[in-house]
């Protein structure tokens, strides 16, 4: 069974490992190695504490395997604003993927305040992850579907209920 909750800091080394291993395993078909560990600078334990500063970031763990970090996802304010927010980090082990941890991750982050608050929702997308967003309703910010100069989609969702 999959159990979320709010990432601590003692989480920091497990969600580094994860995010790591799902890099170098599943994004590595559509990203070179060299581009993935430049990301990788910026994705350490200790961003990852410094980021939930700021952000909800949600851990989520195999009940059934001693509680082990399967998957991970966040969840703030776009640039400070109150009406805008953005999706960050969103991971699921390689091994757990298709099982559906990554859309309970995109439903747990759309059930947070950042999410309720805001009135349009930003995702920067990997070419990994675009169908998998898009089949989650985001879809291409102001029409454009080409990568951006980081190698990313800009996905965007608005928030129907404001």
């Known amino acids: 069974m999959i159990i979320q909750r709010i990432f ?6 497990a969600v580094a490992a994860l995010v790591k291993k799902t890099m170098l395993t599943t994004n590595i078909k559509d990203y070179t ?8 600078k910026k994705l350490t334990a200790l961003a990852f504490i410094e980021r939930a500063k700021y952000f909800h970031c949600y851990v989520f763990s195999d009940s059934t395997a001693e ?17 805008e ?9 390689p091994e757990y993927q298709g099982q559906g941890i ?14 309720k608050r805001a009135k349009r929702i930003e995702i920067p997308a990997s070419i990994t992850g675009l169908k998998f ?6 879809s291409f910010k102001n029409g454009i579907d080409t990568i951006d100069d980081e ?12």
């Open 67 to 83: 509680n082990k970090i399967v998957g991970v996802g966040s969840i703030g304010a776009y640039w400070g604003k109150k009406d």
């Open 151 to 162: 190698g990313l989609y800009r996905l965007e969702k608005f928030n129907r209920t404001k």
């Open 102 to 115: 990554g859309k309970q991750i995109i439903q747990t982050l759309e059930q947070d305040i950042f999410f």
């Open 8 to 13: 601590k800091e003692t989480d920091a080394t």
């Open 33 to 40: 190695k060299e581009y993935l560990e430049n990301d990788l």
């Open 133 to 138: 967003y898009q089949k989650l309703g985001y």
């Open 85 to 93: 927010s953005s999706l960050f980090n969103i991971f699921v082990l």
